[in-house]
C-alpha cells in the first residue's frame, strides 16, 4: 500500500466521523433552537434556522466529499515528487480493519460518558426537583437514545470491523 492510499482510508475515515457529528449536530441544533425561541422571543428565528441549515449542509457536503473522492483529496495534500512513494507493510484490508477498529473505540471514548451523564440526569433529578417530568423534559430522553445510539455504532465499528469491511467490497466490487 503506499503512502497516497493509506492517506485515502484516512480521509474516508474522516468524512464517516463527519457523518456521525453531522447526525449529532442536527439533534444539538434542535435542541437550542427551541431553547432560543423560548429564552429570546424578540429574536428572529430564521436567522438561528438559516445558520443551522447552512452549517449541517456543509457539514454533510464535506462528509460526502471525504467519502466519494479520497484519492483526490488526498494526491492535493501530499506534495509533489518524482520520487515514487514507498509501498508501506500490510494489506489495505487490515488497514482498513484497524482504521475502522480505532474510529469505533473514538466514538466509544465520547458516547459512554455520554449514556452515564444521560443516564444519571434521567435518575438523579427527579429525586429532588419535584417538577421534574418526562413530559416536560423529552431532551433528556432523546439525549439518552443518541447515547445508545452512538454505542452501538462504536461497538459495531470496533467489534465488527471485518463485517463492515466485506460489506463494503461487497457493494463496491460485488465480492462474496
Not at 440526569?121 to 423534559?137: A, D, T
Request: glycine share 6%; proline share 6%; hydrophobic share 55%.
Amino acid at each position: 500500500m503506499r503512502t497516497i492510499e493509506l492517506l485515502a482510508i484516512g480521509i474516508r475515515l474522516l468524512g464517516m466521523y463527519f457523518l456521525v457529528k453531522c447526525v449529532q449536530f442536527i439533534g444539538t441544533a434542535y435542541a437550542s433552537y427551541h431553547q432560543m425561541a423560548i429564552s429570546l422571543p424578540e429574536f428572529n428565528p430564521l436567522i438561528i434556522l438559516g445558520a443551522y441549515a447552512i452549517t449541517a449542509v456543509l457539514m454533510f457536503a464535506f462528509a460526502i466529499i471525504f467519502i466519494k473522492f479520497p484519492a483526490i483529496i488526498s494526491k492535493s495534500l501530499l506534495p509533489r515528487t518524482s520520487v515514487e512513494s514507498p509501498v508501506l507493510p500490510g494489506s489495505p484490508k487490515e488497514l482498513l480493519l484497524a482504521g475502522f477498529a480505532v474510529l469505533g473505540v473514538y466514538i466509544l471514548s465520547w458516547a459512554i460518558p455520554d449514556l452515564i451523564h444521560n443516564s444519571a440526569l434521567l435518575i438523579v433529578i427527579p429525586r429532588y426537583e419535584q417538577s421534574y417530568s418526562m413530559g416536560n423534559r423529552p431532551y433528556d430522553l432523546i439525549n439518552l437514545g443518541v447515547s445508545v445510539v452512538e454505542i452501538v455504532i462504536g461497538l459495531y465499528l470496533t467489534l465488527q470491523a471485518q463485517g463492515l469491511v466485506r460489506l463494503i467490497n461487497k457493494v463496491r466490487y460485488g465480492e462474496a
